[in-house]
């Protein structure tokens, strides 16, 4: 079973930026899918970015150009990352590493940013931007 462990939140002004990474571990084939989710207190998960087999990313509109996703895979480790650059106070939120790895492999772009398509998850790490 797939077990992923997210770290890398703190605090930070706007105008900052963060890195999360995400350690996936116990895995027998590499997830179809990764990806950053977000969610803050009173409102649905939301998708910040995935992340396919292919290494070819998507963003969520409120976040590209800013924002940074990438997979590290080797033979014996996977790791996801998002680089946050020029962070905003609405970044604020808890996030969520996830995984995809029952398929299928030809989920379209608004799906992959959908939390009901990932099947494993992170304990979450938190992200404060202050202004």
């Known amino acids: 079973q797939v077990h992923l462990v997210e770290s890398g939140g703190g605090s930070v002004q706007a105008g900052g930026s963060l890195r999360l990474s995400c350690a996936a571990s116990?895995?027998?084939?590499?997830?179809?899918?990764m990806a950053w989710f977000r969610q803050v207190p009173g409102k649905g998960r939301e998708g910040v970015a995935s992340i396919d087999r292919s290494n070819i990313p998507r963003y969520a509109d409120s976040v590209k150009g800013r924002f940074t996703i990438s997979k590290d895979s080797s033979k014996n480790s996977l790791s996801l990352y998002l680089q946050m650059n020029s962070l905003k106070p609405e970044d604020t939120a808890e996030y969520y590493c996830?995984?995809?790895?029952?398929?299928?492999?030809?989920?379209?772009?608004?799906?992959?940013?959908?939390?009901?398509?990932?099947?494993?998850w992170g304990q979450g790490t938190q992200v404060t931007v202050s202004s």
């Open positions: 996830a995984a995809n790895t029952r398929g299928p492999s030809n989920l379209d772009d608004d799906q992959l940013l959908h939390y009901s398509n990932y099947n494993t």
């Open positions: 116990g895995y027998t084939r590499s997830p179809y899918y």
